[in-house]
């Protein structure tokens, strides 16, 4: 039996896809910060953070040399087999060991997780007063398995009995390069498949005294980006705004990413958002209104593509995500998709397959749909009655292509005027650079879309001009990115041209888009020409023909 008084080490495990400044372990950290104060003299608790990209073993070593007497895991799609590799291995070397885990994984598969055979214990569902129940139990010494058997999912009511993990010390935003900011819990849509609002109602936030708190705290701490953990921001449109306020009032300087709807966006959430430095993503998945409506979605294109001009026109940045593989769909139906998300000018547009992850509602009626999916890690579909697996291949070809050029290769600026000179739609675009990419390589993405773009036109001037549009763009983009991961760094570059870029860049922005017309009023001129960065903004400067290094 376990006294009362018992100082216990737990160690809580993250383990995050790549070292990014997305990889913060705000769901340990909020057990700890519970923890803290239901158990400050009883448990003591360290949480350790992993990457894919490790061993088992060194991962283990590492947890070893806390001397744990308890190892709780964070388990989601991407990490289950590596956790369970980890904890094989805790287990030989350190029998006593009590493992459990949490996550969305234990939520939607708890006995499955238990049937491994590598954990004691699975907290499914919301986890900051289950592991004071369960941990509390164990202390008291009741059996592991009585605790067990009485375990059930718990929802936290009212999020305002939460402590802030950041305010508390539990998570120190300084440690990281971006932040996690959760603002809200619960969706009030039902997305077949999305496991946000399985077994919840509504929509509980954290309250706005507390938002102002960490936001001060973040600040505070030098934060540079936050990513916002509320799938439907904008939902109450009275609250964004004020947050959105505050923001622009109090923390100018930060980066932050929100998910937003469509729906839900007027002129004036347009104008605050592009008042920020910030960056939306929206759950487009489809255009197919019939598509959809069979996974519990539903989409007006025209209030659609109104909704994404007030976010245009307001100057904000905004991109969408796509699904292929939804049930009903079409590589064609995807395809319409794909052609219509990027006539509305995204900022950038992320493309997945269709998972039926286990939990959802998808995975109870994939079979009425006939889905053919993995039973494992990634849950990805392979094949449907109207989707076959050579469409999925298809599909995934042009996931890749356009994530390469529109996305890597920063071609927002550039992409509608080169589409329309070469009388192409996206998809069919994306095809042809799919079969370029399977005999060109090139670590270079700007060097590859200037060869892509100079195998499509037969006339070698407007090649040239595109070539130009495609190298300054390129270049540029990825100068302002390295100086807003460096900003006290000096960033330059070379570059050659066709045409003097100085006045390329004035014809465009006189408002000359046709390439043809540029390729006849643009005089030859090939040089070379140095881009750099100065007060936030990149500069040219051509150079002499015998300069051709920095000084």
């Known amino acids: 039996m376990i006294g009362q008084d018992a100082g216990m080490n737990l160690v809580l495990v993250a383990i995050h896809i790549e070292a990014s400044p997305r990889s913060v372990p705000l769901g340990p950290a909020m057990l700890a910060s519970v923890l803290k104060r239901a158990h400050p003299e009883a448990i003591q608790t360290r949480i350790l953070d992993f990457f894919l990209q490790q061993s088992a073993e060194a991962c283990a070593d590492q947890i070893l040399a806390s001397d744990p007497d308890w190892v709780g895991f964070s388990i989601y799609v991407w990490n289950r087999a590596l956790a369970r590799e980890i904890a094989r291995i805790l287990r030989l070397r350190k029998p006593s060991l009590l493992l459990f885990a949490g996550g969305s994984e234990a939520t939607a598969d708890p006995e499955g997780m238990l049937d491994e055979g590598w954990l004691d214990l699975v907290l499914p569902g919301e986890g900051e007063e289950l592991i004071i129940d369960v941990l509390g139990s164990l202390l008291k010494g009741t059996p592991v398995d009585e605790v067990r058997r009485a375990i059930r999912p718990l929802v ?13 010390g539990s998570l120190d935003p300084a440690a990281y390069s971006g932040m996690l900011w959760e603002l809200s819990r619960g969706c009030p849509f039902r997305c077949d498949f999305c496991f946000e ?29 936050v990513f916002v953990l509320d799938p439907t921001f904008n939902f109450d449109k009275r609250q964004a705004k004020a947050i959105l306020r505050l923001i622009a009032k109090e923390a100018p300087a930060i980066h932050f990413f929100f998910e937003i709807r469509s729906e839900f966006i007027d002129a004036e959430l347009a104008r605050l958002f592009a008042d920020i430095r910030c960056s939306l993503q929206i759950g487009l ?25 007030l976010l245009h026109q307001a100057g ?77 291949g298809a599909a995934a070809r042009t996931a890749r292509a356009c994530d390469l050029m529109y996305n890597q290769g920063k071609a927002v600026p550039w992409f509608a005027l080169l589409l329309e000179a070469l009388a192409l739609t996206p998809s069919e675009l994306f095809g042809h650079f799919a079969d370029f ?36 763009f390129g270049r540029s983009g990825a100068l302002l990115e390295a100086m807003a991961l460096d900003p006290q760094g000096t960033h330059r570059c070379l ?52 300069e051709t290094r920095f000084e």
Request: net charge negative; glycine share 6%; with cysteine.
């Open 495 to 546: 570059a050659m041209f066709h045409h003097d870029p100085v006045v390329l860049l004035e014809h465009l922005e006189t408002g000359l888009t046709e390439l043809e017309h540029l390729a006849e009023v643009l005089p030859r001129r090939a040089c070379q020409a140095r881009l750099f960065v100065e007060e936030g903004e990149v500069h040219l400067q051509i150079l002499d023909a015998k």
């Open 156 to 168: 936290v009511k009212d999020l305002s009995t939460l402590p802030s993990p950041y305010l508390d």
């Open 437 to 472: 990419l399977d005999t060109h390589t090139d670590p270079d993405t700007t060097a590859l879309q200037v060869a892509f773009f100079g195998s499509c036109f037969t006339d070698l001037a407007m090649a040239g001009v595109a070539a130009d549009i495609v190298t300054y």
């Open 285 to 309: 998945q489809s255009a197919d209104d019939a598509v959809l409506r069979r996974i519990s979605r539903s989409i007006d294109p025209e209030d659609f593509e109104a909704k994404a001009l």
């Open 197 to 225: 609002s399985r077994g919840t109602t509504g929509i509980r936030r954290v309250p706005m005294a507390r938002v102002k708190a960490e936001l001060l705290h973040f600040e505070a701490c030098g934060v540079s980006q």
């Open 316 to 392: 904000a940045t905004y991109g969408f995500d796509l699904i292929y593989g939804l049930p009903g769909d079409t590589l064609d139906g995807f395809h319409a998709s794909l052609d219509f998300a990027l006539s509305l000018a995204p900022n950038h547009l992320d493309i997945f397959p269709l998972s039926v992850l286990p939990g959802t509602r998808l995975h109870d009626t994939a079979p009425d749909f006939g889905l053919l999916h993995l039973q494992d890690i990634p849950y990805t579909v392979l094949a449907s009655p109207t989707f076959t697996e050579a469409d999925m």
